[in-house]
């Protein structure tokens, strides 16, 4: 053997895939190791066989009639080019190998050389990625599908949560009169919405996050809070509390997170102005019908006491004037006259001041300015009240006012003065004056007496109904003139002030803003 040869057996005989050696009538001239161990055959056994042993069916018979084929046409179905075939082992057993073929010339003799490179492995490994893949794909169809669904689901879920949302929020910034908060327990607001915001001119993103109760008045904080801390300790409340002129009703219940904590408050705020306006009129219209109820009992039982004293003096004057025939009985008859004409003057006063109360109640009197003469007014007034003035007592008017004409309401101020004047008139016998000035931007209308005056005590009760001053219980009254009086200067926007003195006497003064007159 020459060199070469020898390193051809050698390569022959050791290499890794399996090589075949037959001639062109297809029988084995050689084989390797390496395809005798695929093959599982003995050596002897494979020499000098056709090579189609190792060929499984259908190409066992064929595989001759490839051979025959290619010599006659040359055209090449394997040679040179290699490609995948099944081997048929001893054992019946097939596997798929990778064939490539060579030929070459010897003597006049074809040879063919095929190199067998076994696929089992590769082609196993090929089906296990194969299976893989397809289980994964298999997976991933699964898990697309459950994601879909999932994804569908969610979709579904999240337009149902978008239109209930939209729902609640319609809801909440609808809120008619008020509004729906939801506060954290440090009193944070972490929700609030409501038609009653935009009174407040409040945009609700900018008190979101801030104290509930730092946005309200600092006279309503602490009671507010108070009730808002027990709905955090888990007491449903209700409570009312005042922003300006506006009433509202709070409705707080806790909410209550996971672990049955609360976590939260739920707060509905109405505004209730408007009901508690009506609930006030009608409070009021209760009140003032209860007052009126009572100053007519009062007056009913004050009247017929009141009314016997000044009756019988007029009886028994017009007793005596119908006895007082003669003419030298002139005087006395004149005096008794003069008494009937007091005592129904008087009797006239207490019906007219019970009439005045009546009306003042009923909210029947206004204020209707006019211009008037000051001047002239207070003449007249005074004219009247001489009537009822004592022996020797007489009425001064002092007038140092500035302006001629004045804008006063003359119902009320003739009947405030002439009210003021009986009293200086009856609780004094000395002369009175009527005094008008300007002082400090005020126009002032006093009466001055130098009668009885009041103590410092019976001062502070002086303008009540019915009240009468412990040194005057034997000088007839009602106690209702300086209440109406003290009404009516109400009316006029008016003050009245008063000074007064036992035993000295008493200056009673209305005083009028200028720039009211
Ligand atoms: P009346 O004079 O009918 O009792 P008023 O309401 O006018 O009722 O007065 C209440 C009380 O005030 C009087 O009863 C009297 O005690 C006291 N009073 C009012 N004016 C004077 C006055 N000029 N001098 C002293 N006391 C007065």
Same mark, same amino acid.
């Given at each position: 053997m020459t060199v070469k040869q020898t390193r051809y057996q050698s390569i022959f005989e050791t290499a890794i895939d399996g090589v075949i050696l037959i001639n062109d009538r297809g029988l084995i001239e050689d084989i390797n190791e390496a395809a005798l161990h695929l093959f599982q055959y003995d050596k002897n056994e494979l020499v000098g066989q056709n090579v189609s042993v190792l060929v499984p069916k259908p190409h066992t018979q064929k595989h001759d009639s490839y051979l025959q084929a290619y010599q006659k046409t040359g055209e090449a179905k394997i040679i040179g080019i290699g490609r995948e075939v099944s081997g048929l082992k001893k054992s019946g057993e097939e596997f798929p190998f990778r064939l490539a073929v060579s030929e070459y010339q010897h003597q006049g003799v074809t040879y063919y050389t095929g190199i067998i490179h076994d696929l089992t492995k590769q082609k196993e490994y090929e089906a296990y990625i194969k299976q893989y893949s397809q289980q994964l794909e298999k997976k991933v169809a699964e898990r697309t599908q459950l994601l879909e669904q999932e994804i569908s689901l969610r979709e579904e879920a999240q337009q149902a949560l978008l239109k209930s949302q939209k729902l609640?929020?319609?809801?909440?910034?609808?809120? !008619?009169?008020?509004?729906?908060? %939801?506060?954290?327990?440090?009193?944070?607001?972490?929700?609030?919405?409501?038609?009653?915001?935009?009174?407040?001119?409040?945009?609700?993103?900018?008190?979101?996050?801030?104290?509930?109760?730092?946005?309200?008045? !600092?006279?309503?904080?602490?009671? %507010?809070?108070?009730?808002?801390q027990a709905v955090c300790n888990g007491v449903e409340r209700s409570f009312e509390f005042k922003i300006a002129d506006r009433t509202y009703l709070a409705r707080c219940v806790p909410l209550f997170g996971p672990k049955n904590r609360i976590e939260q408050i739920l707060m509905v705020e109405t505004n209730i102005t408007p009901q508690k306006q009506a609930e006030e009129e009608i409070y009021n219209a209760l009140q003032q019908e209860k007052r009126l109820n009572e100053l007519k009992t009062r007056f009913v039982s004050m009247a017929s006491h009141e009314f016997r004293t000044p009756l019988s003096s007029i009886l028994s004057s017009a007793g005596l004037i119908e006895r007082y025939t003669e003419k030298a009985q002139n005087e006395s008859r004149v005096k008794h006259v003069q008494k009937i004409k007091r005592n129904v003057h008087n009797l006239n006063m207490i019906l007219n001041d019970f009439l005045s109360l009546e009306k003042i109640e009923g909210g029947l009197i206004k204020n209707n300015p006019e211009e008037i003469d000051l001047r002239e007014f207070v003449e007249e007034v005074k004219e009247e009240a001489e009537a009822i003035t004592k022996k020797g007592q007489g009425i001064n008017c002092q007038f140092m006012h500035n302006q001629d004409h004045y804008l006063l309401d003359s119902f009320l101020l003739r009947n405030t003065l002439n009210n003021l004047l009986s009293n200086a008139v009856k609780y004094s016998e000395k002369d009175v004056a009527i005094l008008t000035k300007e002082e400090e931007g005020s126009l002032v209308i006093s009466i001055q007496d130098q009668g009885i005056g009041i103590s410092k005590e019976d001062q502070r009760g002086l303008f009540n109904r019915f009240f009468r001053a412990s040194n005057s219980t034997n000088i007839q009254g009602t106690g209702l003139g300086l209440n109406i009086v003290k009404r009516y200067a109400q009316i006029m926007e008016a003050e009245v002030t008063f000074e007064s003195e036992i035993n000295k006497g008493s200056t009673f003064s209305l005083v009028f803003n200028l720039q009211n007159t």
């Open positions: 609640y929020e319609t809801i909440s910034v609808n809120f !008619p009169n008020g509004s729906i908060t %939801v506060l954290n327990n440090n009193l944070d607001i972490v929700f609030i919405e409501g038609s009653e915001l935009k009174k407040f001119g409040y945009g609700t993103e900018k008190l979101l996050g801030r104290s509930y109760v730092e946005l309200l008045p !600092p006279e309503v904080v602490d009671v %507010v809070k108070e009730h808002l």
